[in-house]
């Protein structure tokens, strides 16, 4: 895979604050790399960064061989970049605005035309093309910043929040063209909302407190976690006694824990050993010894408690 | 370069998408015209000479330049936008020279509008056209020098009325530095030689010789300076202070 981006112990500090702390990572072609991490994490900085807009304290980032502090003109124009909130001149009109970053980013007359005519319809901005940017609704701002980064159709895409603030069918929309560039782009994407994650990423790494905590495949990140493919079964609770001291002596389960949910059901949780499949074998159990039950499911974990339980205390679970 | 016209152009485009451009221009003309004809007697004195009319024009810059360079940086920075238009492929140079060039400009078209007095007093008598023509490019190139002091003002700030206030204080120490009221103070504690630099600094007192159809190379070389140094200044706040 060709490396597009390379970071290498990339740091900012603002004054006595450091608000990004070496960071070192790599996204190659046809990769969407997830930046997750709280807000104030260093996401927007560390993207900042590679964007040129900022310079780092140390270390260095590079866009295709390029060293943004020695070639920063180089680097931004092999970039698309979606600052937070996508903030575009308010005064301008779609079109003109457009116009004006293509004439900036080297395409003008016909071939300018042409390109933004493709960009708009992709991202289904004709119905407001001629409309000035102040009264698009925030859906429609937020397409405008995604059409300008994409209009040079460059080879690395750096999406600041690209969905914050849209509606599910916006979100879904978005996503969908993220997937569509993927294959031929490198391309970086900061969120908080996990799902998109799993949805568009094929690779998420995780920031808290300035620095990389994790970085895997989605599933390599739920791996991490206790409850990652522990199987969960719901019983009425006169039964729930035996069905915990079979399932305990079951081959490939670590352990098992039980709750009293609140509908008065039980609800007991097997603990696999290792990457151990036990599902089957908890089914078996429960057959064998015919204990009724109501639910018996696989839980893969969520993003959402990988996310919690490397963030919340920050530095102690790196 | 390329680049540099292109934030210019749109820079400009977007003066004349608001009112505010009209305002400003009429308000220029007003003012020029208000003051050249009832303070400054521009009938009483009997002279077919445009010398009332540009003595006021130090005043008006004071007042009206830095309006238009209050929101060259500060709006890019109150919006965001300088984020969009510092990511795109240019230098930090290209963008404030770009705006400059923009607000400069538009500043001429301010000064090119007050043209009917010029034929006013062709009409009225045989003016020393060589002498008007070089005021207004003695004027415009003040105007520049004003602005790029304006522009530095607003890149250090993103509160538009703190800009505003700035640019006209030090403007006004500039427009007045030849005469003691500015020098007594540098006396006070000053080595001399920097006294003489402020004294040779002074906007009114380079454009009152350029206005009596003096105009020498060293002026031109000291407005053309200022310029230089204000924007180089500019280009140092905007990098410095552009995530702040």
């Not at chain 1, 190659?28 to 927007?44: D, I, M, Q, R, W």
């Not at chain 1, 409309?131 to 980064?149: F, N, P, T, W």
């Not at chain 1, 069918?169 to 294959?183: F, G, W, Y």
């Not at chain 2, 238009?85 to 290209?94: E, G, V």
Request: charged letters at 20%; aromatic letters at 10%; proline letters at 4%.
């Amino acid at each position: 895979m060709e490396t597009m981006v390379e970071l290498d112990n990339l740091s900012k500090h603002f004054g006595p604050f450091v608000a990004v702390d070496g960071i070192s990572l790599t996204v190659g072609k046809g990769e969407v790399l997830g930046f997750l991490g709280p807000n104030g994490a260093g996401k927007s900085t560390t993207m900042r960064m590679v964007a040129g807009f900022l310079s780092p304290t140390s270390g260095t980032a590079k866009v295709c061989g390029h060293d943004v502090a020695n070639e920063p003109v180089k680097v931004k124009s092999l970039l698309g970049y979606m600052a937070e909130g996508s903030p575009s001149y308010e005064d301008m009109t779609v079109r003109s605005f457009l116009t004006f970053i293509a004439e900036v980013r080297g395409l003008s007359g016909h071939a300018a035309k042409v390109r933004i005519e493709e960009v708009v319809t992709k991202i289904k901005l004709e119905d407001v093309i001629d409309r000035s940017i102040d009264v698009l609704s925030k859906g429609y701002k937020r397409r405008v910043g995604l059409a300008q980064a994409i209009l040079h159709d460059p080879p690395v895409l750096i999406l600041d929040e690209p969905t914050d603030g849209l509606d599910p069918n916006q979100k879904h929309h978005v996503r969908s063209l993220i997937e569509d560039m993927a294959a031929e782009k490198a391309i970086i994407v900061s969120t908080h909302i996990l799902e998109e994650v799993e949805a568009v990423c094929t690779r998420a790494v995780i920031i808290g407190n300035g620095r990389l905590l994790a970085d895997g495949t989605s599933e390599d990140l739920l791996r991490t976690l206790p409850e990652h493919n522990a199987v969960h079964i719901v019983v009425t609770p006169d039964v729930a006694a035996s069905a915990v001291a079979k399932l305990q002596t079951a081959a490939g389960v670590s352990g098992v824990s039980q709750i009293t949910r609140a509908d008065g059901s039980t609800e007991i949780q097997c603990a696999p050993e290792g990457d151990a499949e036990i599902l089957d074998t908890v089914g078996s159990v429960l057959r064998d010894n015919t204990i009724a039950y109501s639910q018996l499911y696989k839980n893969r974990g969520d993003l959402d408690a990988v996310f919690r339980s490397i963030t919340a205390g920050g530095a102690n679970h790196a | 370069m390329r680049n540099l016209w292109i934030i210019a152009k749109r820079e400009l485009k977007g003066y004349f998408t608001t009112p505010m451009a009209f305002i400003f221009v009429a308000i220029f003309v007003a003012m020029t015209g208000a003051f050249t004809f009832y303070i400054g007697r521009f009938f009483d004195r009997g002279q077919a000479s445009l010398e009332p009319f540009f003595s006021f024009h130090p005043w008006l810059y004071l007042l009206l330049v830095p309006a238009v360079a209050m929101r060259l940086w500060s709006e890019e920075r109150k919006s965001g936008t300088i984020e969009q238009l510092l990511t795109l492929p240019i230098t930090t140079a290209d963008a404030v020279l770009g705006k400059f060039l923009a607000a400069w400009l538009f500043c001429g078209i301010a000064l090119a509008a007050t043209f009917p007095i010029w034929i006013t007093v062709s009409y009225l008598g045989d003016p020393d056209h060589g002498v008007i023509g070089l005021s207004y490019i003695g004027s415009f190139l003040m105007a520049g020098a004003f602005l790029s002091i304006g522009t530095c003002m607003s890149a250090l700030t993103r509160n538009q009325i703190i800009a505003f206030i700035g640019a006209a204080a030090v403007c006004f120490i500039f427009t007045m530095s030849g005469l003691d009221l500015v020098l007594n103070f540098f006396r006070a504690w000053a080595p001399s030689f920097l006294v003489d630099v402020i004294a040779a600094s002074s906007f009114l007192v380079r454009f009152e010789s350029v206005t009596r159809g003096v105009m020498e190379l060293r002026d031109v070389v000291f407005f053309l300076s200022m310029m230089a140094f204000w924007l180089f200044a500019t280009t140092v706040a905007v990098d410095a202070k552009k995530a702040a």
